[in-house]
Nanobody, 116 residues
Framework: QVQLVESGGGLVQAGGSLRLSCAVS????????MGWYRQAPGKERDLVAG???????NYADSVKGRFTISRDNAKNTVFLQMNSLKPEDTAVYYC??????????WGQGTQVTVSS
Protein backbone atom coordinates (compact mmCIF):
# COMPACT_ATOMS: atom_id res chain seq x y z
CA GLN A 1 0.00 0.00 0.00
CA VAL A 2 1.45 3.32 -1.10
CA GLN A 3 1.47 6.02 1.52
CA LEU A 4 2.61 9.63 1.35
CA VAL A 5 2.33 11.13 4.80
CA GLU A 6 2.65 14.89 4.90
CA SER A 7 3.22 17.02 7.97
CA GLY A 8 4.27 20.50 8.96
CA GLY A 9 1.52 22.73 7.64
CA GLY A 10 -0.24 25.31 9.75
CA LEU A 11 -0.91 28.97 10.39
CA VAL A 12 1.96 31.45 10.43
CA GLN A 13 2.34 35.20 10.25
CA ALA A 14 3.84 36.85 7.21
CA GLY A 15 7.62 36.68 7.37
CA GLY A 16 7.56 33.46 9.32
CA SER A 17 8.74 29.97 8.43
CA LEU A 18 7.35 26.48 8.12
CA ARG A 19 8.92 23.13 7.22
CA LEU A 20 6.89 20.54 5.37
CA SER A 21 7.78 16.85 5.36
CA CYS A 22 6.51 13.97 3.25
CA ALA A 23 7.40 10.40 4.14
CA VAL A 24 6.84 7.87 1.36
CA SER A 25 6.36 4.14 1.71
CA UNK A 26 5.05 1.23 -0.30
CA UNK A 27 6.22 2.28 -3.79
CA UNK A 28 7.55 -0.74 -5.65
CA UNK A 29 9.81 0.89 -8.18
CA UNK A 30 12.57 3.28 -7.24
CA UNK A 31 11.61 6.89 -6.69
CA UNK A 32 12.90 9.32 -9.30
CA UNK A 33 11.62 12.83 -8.65
CA MET A 34 10.00 14.24 -5.53
CA GLY A 35 8.28 17.56 -5.29
CA TRP A 36 5.76 19.89 -3.80
CA TYR A 37 2.77 21.46 -5.51
CA ARG A 38 0.24 23.89 -4.16
CA GLN A 39 -3.32 24.82 -4.91
CA ALA A 40 -5.04 27.97 -3.73
CA PRO A 41 -8.86 28.30 -3.78
CA GLY A 42 -10.12 28.76 -7.32
CA LYS A 43 -6.70 28.18 -8.85
CA GLU A 44 -4.90 25.31 -10.51
CA ARG A 45 -2.39 23.09 -8.78
CA ASP A 46 1.08 24.41 -9.59
CA LEU A 47 4.59 23.15 -9.05
CA VAL A 48 6.40 24.82 -6.15
CA ALA A 49 9.66 22.88 -6.13
CA GLY A 50 11.09 19.59 -7.37
CA UNK A 51 14.19 17.53 -6.77
CA UNK A 52 15.50 14.52 -8.63
CA UNK A 53 17.37 11.55 -7.24
CA UNK A 54 20.72 13.21 -7.96
CA UNK A 55 19.74 16.30 -6.01
CA UNK A 56 19.08 18.69 -8.87
CA UNK A 57 16.37 21.15 -7.88
CA ASN A 58 13.94 23.46 -9.62
CA TYR A 59 11.66 26.12 -8.18
CA ALA A 60 8.74 28.27 -9.18
CA ASP A 61 9.92 31.84 -9.72
CA SER A 62 7.64 33.06 -6.95
CA VAL A 63 9.47 31.03 -4.28
CA LYS A 64 13.08 31.24 -5.43
CA GLY A 65 15.34 32.44 -2.66
CA ARG A 66 12.71 31.76 0.01
CA PHE A 67 11.95 28.03 -0.23
CA THR A 68 14.39 25.12 -0.20
CA ILE A 69 13.57 21.56 -1.17
CA SER A 70 15.64 18.63 0.02
CA ARG A 71 15.30 14.87 0.26
CA ASP A 72 16.60 11.93 2.25
CA ASN A 73 16.84 9.04 -0.20
CA ALA A 74 17.53 6.50 2.52
CA LYS A 75 14.26 7.41 4.26
CA ASN A 76 12.23 8.22 1.12
CA THR A 77 11.38 11.59 2.59
CA VAL A 78 11.16 15.01 0.98
CA PHE A 79 11.20 18.34 2.80
CA LEU A 80 10.24 21.88 1.94
CA GLN A 81 11.72 24.63 4.07
CA MET A 82 9.64 27.77 3.60
CA ASN A 83 11.04 31.08 4.83
CA SER A 84 9.85 34.66 4.50
CA LEU A 85 6.33 33.43 3.94
CA LYS A 86 3.83 35.75 2.30
CA PRO A 87 0.02 35.76 2.36
CA GLU A 88 0.06 34.72 -1.30
CA ASP A 89 1.78 31.48 -0.27
CA THR A 90 -1.47 30.42 1.37
CA ALA A 91 -2.63 27.18 -0.25
CA VAL A 92 -2.97 23.46 0.20
CA TYR A 93 0.45 21.93 -0.39
CA TYR A 94 0.69 18.49 -1.96
CA CYS A 95 3.61 16.11 -1.98
CA UNK A 96 4.27 14.42 -5.32
CA UNK A 97 6.46 11.44 -6.09
CA UNK A 98 7.27 9.96 -9.48
CA UNK A 99 8.92 6.58 -9.77
CA UNK A 100 11.32 5.41 -12.46
CA UNK A 101 8.49 4.13 -14.67
CA UNK A 102 6.97 7.60 -14.48
CA UNK A 103 3.98 6.80 -12.32
CA UNK A 104 2.82 9.66 -10.07
CA UNK A 105 1.69 9.46 -6.48
CA TRP A 106 0.14 12.26 -4.40
CA GLY A 107 -0.16 13.06 -0.75
CA GLN A 108 -3.43 14.09 0.86
CA GLY A 109 -2.41 17.73 1.12
CA THR A 110 -1.55 19.97 4.03
CA GLN A 111 -2.92 23.47 4.58
CA VAL A 112 -0.53 26.39 4.82
CA THR A 113 -2.07 29.69 5.85
CA VAL A 114 -0.05 32.89 6.05
CA SER A 115 -1.70 35.82 7.79
CA SER A 116 -0.84 39.41 7.00
Amino acid sequence: QVQLVESGGGLVQAGGSLRLSCAVSGIRNSIDTMGWYRQAPGKERDLVAGINRGGTTNYADSVKGRFTISRDNAKNTVFLQMNSLKPEDTAVYYCNVRNVIRRDYWGQGTQVTVSS
